[in-house]
């Protein structure tokens, strides 16, 4: 019986995978199993939240100043996160935003916040569609003038503000916190604002 070349090839290679050490399978496994137990022991030390939110003073327009952003956000001008409580206790997010300057069309997405602490109303999971439900933490507040909302993660950040401009000192000392919360400086973005 003859064979082709091709044939011939092809059954040299399957003969040289058969012949590959039990050994080399063995060691391929266990790092493998190594990787994937070091990463399920890569543990997530939880957000601290705020001690209470007054969800009717905390309504309204928050300025995104600096974010780490989700890639939807990424190179966006002029961000701004509205909030505004549905009948039903949840929270309507309008998000609007100007894609590749701020002369460009003023665009917006929702989403839904959903309190899952009501004793403190600074733990949300926030929907932007079904069926994701996203971590959403309001770690800092102050005055109501200055919030940074997390993520566990440590993923992404959004530090707002009242007033789309701020004094450079408290913009460094709200960066400043938000580091000390565990998230890396060198990826902060500061969004440009009118």
């Not at 206790?89 to 935003?97: A, E, L, N, Q, R």
Request: proline letters at 6%; aromatic letters at 10%; glycine letters at 4%.
């Amino acid at each position: 019986m003859m064979l082709s070349l091709g044939a011939k090839s092809m059954i040299q290679r399957r003969e040289s995978r058969v012949r590959c050490p039990s050994w080399t399978k063995a060691l391929l496994l266990g790092a493998l199993l190594m990787n994937l137990i070091a990463c399920s022991h890569n543990p997530i030390v939880p957000l601290a939240t705020v001690a209470h939110v007054d969800l009717d003073r905390f309504m309204g327009d928050w300025f995104v100043v600096a974010t780490i952003p989700t890639l939807f956000e990424k190179g966006l001008f002029n961000p701004v996160e509205h909030y505004a409580r549905n009948a039903d206790g949840s929270i309507k997010i309008t998000f609007s935003y100007r894609r590749g300057s701020l002369t460009a069309p003023k665009q917006q997405i929702t989403a839904t916040g959903f309190i899952q602490n009501s004793v403190t109303n600074a733990t949300w999971a926030m929907q932007p569609f079904w069926p994701i439900k996203a971590e959403y933490l309001v770690v800092y507040l102050q005055d109501d003038e200055f919030t940074i909302i997390g993520r566990s993660k440590r993923d992404y950040l959004w530090i707002m503000a009242r007033d789309a401009h701020i004094a450079p000192q408290q913009l460094a000392a709200l960066v400043d916190r938000a580091v000390a919360l565990g998230y890396p400086r060198e990826k902060i973005q500061l969004p440009v604002q009118p």
